[in-house]
């Protein structure tokens, strides 16, 4: 009887230990995943029992410069998530309400005789409800324009994290980069990461983002000058590593807006929901929940992969157009809910 507990126990460890760790190929097998779909450069940061276990990149910056752990890459959409944290931030500390109306700050002027602008909250907009487009340039006309009344129905809008940005620059009377910095960038200590261009990026550091041949795509410096709200954000692994870890942490608000982040409101089919800048995947084997955002561009692809309740995270970064292959199929090798996820989408 008591070598059957002992088995018992042995085994229940074992399984511990196993739905703990993440299982990550060896640099050489991920150095012929990219090989295989024309990728010059692959960032991995992995997160186990809280901690930044792996952060290194292997491959290219482009052709013959190797790309060094601390490379720069663009993530694109996961920039939702930096609007998001500073917003929750700014809940927390009593400067700002989920529900309070924006119109008093912005109202963009494409919109202004529609009285739907009169409801657009950041709750709504985080939560991908504000109504809008993914970008004004998908109407026909071109200009910003509400398809349904906010609040009412899910649909993705980058901008609708733009119209936040514009209401949170004025209620505040800051630069949005500024912002970032004092609320999200400096507390974590992400040393390398920027929703702007500026002079103290190392330009040296920069991944390029390429085609599905391998071929460079230009990088528009100009276009970076100006901060968003929903693209462009510039980082590091290491720094992407230390966002994760720190909002499984709560580092930085309440457990009350922590889970009014992660609660599934906004649901778009079963198991799959936007909580507030983040997608949700609920009722994973094991009890387990993920946080989800993944980030797209012309040679981009990017995605942050949180499991809050066993403190896991995996983060992977792309510069090239068939990184998503990649990425999607990180998530499904390395993470024992991975299929799980994929499954879902």
């Known amino acids: 009887m008591k070598k059957t507990l002992l088995l018992l126990l042995v ?3 074992s399984l511990v230990t196993a ?3 993440i299982n990550l190929p060896t640099k050489a097998e991920l150095e012929s995943l990219i090989t295989e779909n024309n990728i010059p450069a692959l960032g991995i940061g992995t997160i186990e029992n809280g901690e930044i276990a792996h952060s290194f990149v292997i491959g290219n910056l482009k052709e013959n410069i190797p ?3 601390n490379a720069i890459f663009d993530t694109a959409s996961i920039t939702k998530s930096i609007t998001t944290w500073l917003t929750l931030k700014l809940v927390n500390e009593g400067l700002f309400d989920l529900d309070e109306p924006l119109h008093p700050y912005w109202v963009d002027p494409d919109v202004a005789k529609d009285p739907f602008h009169k409801l657009l909250t950041a709750r709504y907009i985080l939560g991908h409800q504000s109504g809008f487009k993914n970008w004004r340039y998908m109407n026909e006309d071109g200009l910003l324009a509400f398809d349904f009344e906010p609040g009412t129905k899910v649909q993705y809008s980058g901008e609708g994290f733009e ?3 514009e209401a949170l620059v004025r209620k505040f009377n800051m630069p949005f980069e500024v912002m970032v910095e004092k609320w999200v960038f400096g507390p974590f200590k992400m040393k390398d990461s920027h929703v702007i261009w500026n002079e103290s990026i190392d330009a040296s550091r920069l991944t390029i983002a390429h085609n599905q041949k391998m071929e460079p795509y230009p990088f528009d410096i100009e276009e970076r000058k100006t901060a968003s709200a929903a693209d462009n954000f510039m980082t590091t692994v290491q720094d992407l590593s230390l966002f994760g870890k720190n909002i499984m942490e709560r580092n930085g608000v309440s457990e009350n807006v922590f889970n009014q982040m992660v ?5 778009v089919r079963g198991g799959v929901a936007f909580g507030l800048g983040w997608i949700v995947f609920e009722n994973l084997a ?3 929940y993920a946080l989800l955002n993944a980030g797209s561009d012309k040679g981009v692809n990017a995605i942050v992969l949180l499991l809050p309740k066993s403190k896991r995270g995996l983060i992977a970064l792309t ?3 068939n990184g998503r292959k990649v990425v999607m199929q990180l998530i499904g090798k390395t993470l024992d809910v991975g299929p799980e996820i994929l499954g879902r989408f």
């Open 11 to 13: 085994l229940n460890l």
């Open 19 to 21: 739905q703990d760790h």
């Open 67 to 69: 790309a060094p752990d």
């Open 163 to 165: 119209y936040l940005k």
């Open 263 to 267: 609660d599934p409101k906004s649901v």
């Open 286 to 288: 094991g009890g387990e």
């Open 319 to 321: 510069n090239g157009d």
